[in-house]
């Protein structure tokens, strides 16, 4: 969410270890480092050079980056909901209030090693940047050279598929969440980034709303 981590590998290290407790070779000490809680003295998981097969060799952290990594992205849908002239427009409306400034709708992948993944379009609407959100959206954490406030724009591919938005999944409504992105400020700082685009939000019509959030709900 802050982009405290710069690759996958990482990322998966860092989940095994702070989400599971399974300490690693990125990750090599227990959350707890109490005596007590030292069961091994050595990583849960780590790669072992003397498999008999190159799968059983690769460390855990390893083939869930890998997994991760090989995902195909999420299909949008073209019809549904309200149909493919409804889904256009709300597709127009994104662009035009300014949403699309930060959640960019699509990137290009480098000279990945991996020929799928080299030069191909990530259609994830987001340009992966870190952004102050406000102190509304605040959540106490600071995470790398990341405030409180600020955030990694969330890409919105596979928005229709989820339940609950933002962050630490405070909304479970769309209009919520992008309401959610605006904070006012008294002392002339901590606003959010976000604030002109809400306000253009707000004074769409209400068939352009609902244009725009079923263009969200298709993707």
């Known amino acids: 969410w802050k982009a405290q981590n710069k690759s996958l590998l990482l990322f998966a290290g860092d989940a095994y270890n702070v989400e599971m407790g399974i300490t690693n070779e990125l990750f ?3 959350r707890s480092e109490y005596a007590s809680c030292q069961y091994a003295m050595t990583p849960n998981n780590v790669t072992d050079p003397d498999a ?3 799968i059983d060799s690769i ?6 980056a890998l997994f991760m990594r ?3 992205p999420p299909k949008p849908s073209a019809d549904t909901p309200g149909g493919a002239a409804s ?3 709300g597709r127009d409306a994104f662009t035009r209030v300014g949403c699309a400034l930060c959640h960019t709708p699509a990137l290009k992948t480098g000279n ?3 020929a799928a993944l080299r030069n191909q379009w990530a259609y994830l609407y987001s340009d992966l940047l870190v952004h102050d959100m406000g102190a509304e959206l605040a959540d106490g954490i600071s995470q790398g050279q990341a405030g409180p406030s600020e955030f ?3 890409p919105l591919w596979g928005l229709g598929q989820r339940m609950f938005f933002l962050h630490d999944g405070r909304a479970s409504e769309l209009v919520a969440a992008i309401q959610a992105h605006q904070s006012r400020s008294t002392r002339g700082r901590d606003a959010s980034e976000a604030n002109a685009v809400i306000d253009n939000f ?3 019509p209400d068939t352009s709303k609902q244009n725009l959030l079923n263009f969200l709900r298709s993707l």
């Open 52 to 54: 008999r097969r190159t």
């Open 152 to 154: 990694r724009t969330a």
């Open 28 to 30: 090599q000490t227990e």
């Open 70 to 72: 090989l995902l195909a």
């Open 202 to 204: 707000n004074t769409l």
């Open 87 to 89: 889904i256009a427009a």
């Open 59 to 64: 460390s855990g952290i390893e083939k869930f």
């Open 112 to 114: 990945s090693s991996v």
